[in-house]
């Protein structure tokens, strides 16, 4: 009996199933009190559902953050703290924070989700929520974000590309794939566009300049009068800059986690 209890007392971990049934597990924390009881229902069942899909705990919080705290170092301290994971401790995790103080919201990836949810497919995320936050629209926007964090979880992300392009899990191509959007592709057709330029510059500026500075000079009475350098003195002065461990562009907890990021206001 007692073997039974200990087995039911700890869920499993790494067995390729959730450690507790979707509809069960928290993965919303709305203590800014944003949502209806029916919205969060349904949007923690969807998160609960999708995230199982791509293995994966796909996550909100919602705060008033009275203590005027950093939006991202409060989705680091959960991170740190509860230790979200799909089938285990800090394990594949997306964050969305959102900050009803000072009206900013942070995503952050961590684990496996921060190399398939980077910091650039997170800025395209966070855009196209921004619209319905600023109306208030909260559920509408935590839906966009549970669905667009699965298809993103769902695409391969190419290596040079931080937003976009990439294969789905079974290699075929994914969203955004076209060439066009690769940014090798466009950084090669800037540079080509940039070198033709500067050779029509190079070619319509030809011929040889005549003029020089000894044609308007008289060497007879040209010539340095006089000169004088005064040392006065030297100052240098030292400004400390601050450092944060999480920016737009991710970072690390404190607990050294490491992450990747997005951050605007709404």
């Known amino acids: 009996m007692l073997a039974v209890l200990l087995l039911y007392s700890f869920p499993a971990v790494g067995n390729g199933e959730p450690s507790v049934p979707p509809s ?26 999708l995230g199982a899909e791509r293995e994966t705990d796909i996550i909100i919080l919602t705060t008033l953050n009275r203590e005027g705290r950093d939006v991202a170092n409060i989705t680091n301290d959960f991170y740190d ?11 594949n995790t997306v964050i969305l924070t959102l900050d009803m103080n000072y009206r900013e919201v942070d995503l952050g990836g961590f684990q496996q989700a921060e190399s398939y949810l980077n910091s650039g497919r997170l800025d395209q995320i966070r855009r196209q929520i921004t619209p319905a936050l600023t109306e208030g629209s909260y559920a509408e926007a935590f839906e966009t974000y549970i669905t667009e964090a699965y298809r993103y979880l769902g695409i391969v992300p190419d290596t040079g590309s931080a937003a976009y392009g990439g294969t789905d899990r079974n290699g075929s191509p994914g969203a955004n ?15 080509a566009i940039g070198a033709g330029v500067v050779g029509i510059m190079a070619y319509r500026s030809g011929g040889v300049m005549t003029v020089n500075r000894r044609s308007y000079e008289n060497s007879a009475s040209s010539g340095v009068l006089d000169r004088e350098d005064q040392y006065i003195r030297t100052t240098v002065t030292k400004t400390k800059i601050p450092k944060s461990n999480s920016g737009p562009g991710g970072g690390t907890t404190g607990g050294g986690h490491s992450r990747s990021g997005s951050r605007g206001s709404f």
């Open 81 to 91: 703290e509860y230790a979200p994971g799909y089938d285990q401790p800090f394990g």
């Open 177 to 191: 794939g076209n060439v066009l959007h690769q940014t090798w592709f466009q950084l090669l057709v800037s540079a």
């Open 24 to 49: 069960d597990k928290q993965l919303i924390w709305d203590d800014a009190g944003l949502l209806s009881p029916k919205e969060y229902e349904r949007l923690n069942e969807l998160a609960g559902k």
